[in-house]
C-alpha cells in the first residue's frame, strides 16, 4: 500500500491521539501501534478498523515489542506521565529505563528511517537516543517545542487581532520551562512585530511580553490539571511533523536535534523524508541569547543522568 509507513510506540492518551491525526488526515498508509503485550494495541487499532469505511484509505495494525518492523517513521509515546505540580524533568528517570527497554526492542525487530520522540523529558531522550544509535542509519528528532510554537503563534495572532497563520515567530530550547521565545524575530504578515504594533497602536509593554510568555508557558500544566494530561494538542503537532516529513516536504518549524556536542534543544529545521536538517539559528537579541544559554545549561545538568555511553 503506497503512503509512509507510521509506527507509534505507546498505545496511551497521546499515542492514541497521534494515530487518530494521522488516520483521520490520511498522513500514512500504514500505521502500527505498539505496546510491550500487544493487547491494548490490538484492540485500539481494531475499534479504529471498525470505522475504516469513513476513514481514508489505511491499514491499521496493533503489535507488541515482539513484533518490532522496519518502518519509516516511528514515534515513541510510552512513558510515564508528568503528575500535576509537577515538571517534565521529574519523570525524567522512569522515563529513560522506560526508553532503554524501547529501544533494545526496536534494534531486535529493525530501527525505522526517522524517529520522533514525544516521551518526556523529550530533549533529554531525544539525546540518549542520539548517543545510542549514533553509528546506525537513523535520523533521530523530538517533538520540541513545535507545538509551544503553535501555541505562541495562535496567543499573538489574538493579541493583534489577525489569523495565526500571519504570524511567523518561534519557541526554542529546551521543551520545558527554560524554553525561549523569540520576541524579536516575530513577524506579523511581513512586518516586524514592533512596527505591526506600531502602526496598530498595540503597546508593547513588558507586562504585556510576560503575559503572552506565561500564557504560553503554564498551557500543558493548565490542562494536565484539569483532565490529567494533555493529548490532543500534541497527537495534532506530531501529526502536523508527519506530513512535513511526507507530503509537505521543505516546510521550517522548532524541533529538537543536537545543537551541540552533549545536548538536544529545539531549532527551526527544515523537515523532510530524512527528518530533521541541520538546524538553522535565529537572530536573536541579547535577553534571548541568554535565555537560550541557560536553557541549554539546564539540559545539560538533567543529562548528566544519562549514561555516559547510551
Not at 511567523?168 to 521543551?175: L, T, Y
Not at 520551562?177 to 506579523?188: P, Q
Not at 490529567?228 to 494538542?233: E, K, N, Q, T
Request: net charge negative.
Amino acid at each position: 500500500m503506497a503512503g509512509l509507513r507510521v509506527g507509534i510506540v505507546g498505545a496511551g492518551g497521546v499515542g492514541i491521539a497521534t494515530a487518530g491525526a494521522l488516520i483521520m488526515q490520511g498522513l500514512a498508509g500504514r500505521i502500527t501501534l505498539y505496546d510491550r503485550t500487544g493487547i491494548r494495541a490490538r484492540w485500539e487499532a481494531l475499534d479504529y478498523l471498525h470505522a475504516l469505511p469513513l476513514l481514508p484509505t489505511a491499514e491499521i495494525r496493533g503489535r507488541s515489542y515482539d513484533e518490532f518492523e522496519p518502518e519509516d517513521v516511528t514515534i515513541i509515546t510510552v512513558g510515564a506521565h508528568v503528575q500535576p505540580g509537577g515538571t517534565r524533568l521529574d519523570v525524567l528517570d522512569a522515563n529513560v529505563e522506560i526508553l532503554e527497554h524501547t529501544a533494545a526492542a526496536m534494534e531486535a525487530g529493525g530501527l525505522p528511517r526517522v524517529v520522533v520522540v514525544v516521551t518526556n523529558p523529550l530533549d533529554i531522550l531525544t539525546e540518549y537516543l542520539v548517543r545510542r544509535w549514533h553509528d546506525r542509519s537513523v535520523s533521530v528528532m523530538g517533538s520540541g517545542t513545535s507545538l509551544d510554537t503553535l501555541r505562541f503563534e495562535e496567543r499573538l495572532a489574538k493579541e493583534c487581532g489577525v489569523h495565526p497563520r500571519s504570524i511567523h515567530a518561534w519557541v526554542i530550547g529546551e521543551h520545558g520551562d527554560s524554553s525561549v521565545f523569540l520576541f524579536s524575530s516575530a513577524t506579523i504578515g511581513a512586518l516586524p512585530l514592533t512596527e505591526f504594533a506600531a502602526q496598530q497602536g498595540i503597546e508593547l509593554t513588558d507586562e504585556w511580553y510576560a503575559g503572552i510568555e506565561d500564557d504560553v508557558r503554564r498551557a500543558a500544566y493548565r490542562v494536565r490539571e484539569l483532565k490529567g494530561s494533555p493529548r490532543h494538542g500534541i497527537g495534532l503537532a506530531v501529526g502536523g511533523l508527519i506530513r512535513c516529513i511526507g507530503r509537505e516536504q521543505g516546510f521550517i518549524i522548532p524541533v529538537s536535534v543536537r545543537v551541540a556536542d552533549d545536548v538536544c534543544a529545539s531549532l527551526p529545521c527544515i523537515l523532510g523524508p530524512d527528518g530533521a536538517s541541520a538546524p538553522l539559528w535565529p537572530v536573536m537579541d541579547a535577553d534571548e541569547r541568554a535565555g537560550w544559554e541557560r536553557s541549554l545549561g539546564v539540559l545539560r545538568e538533567a543529562g548528566k543522568a544519562l549514561p555516559l555511553s547510551a
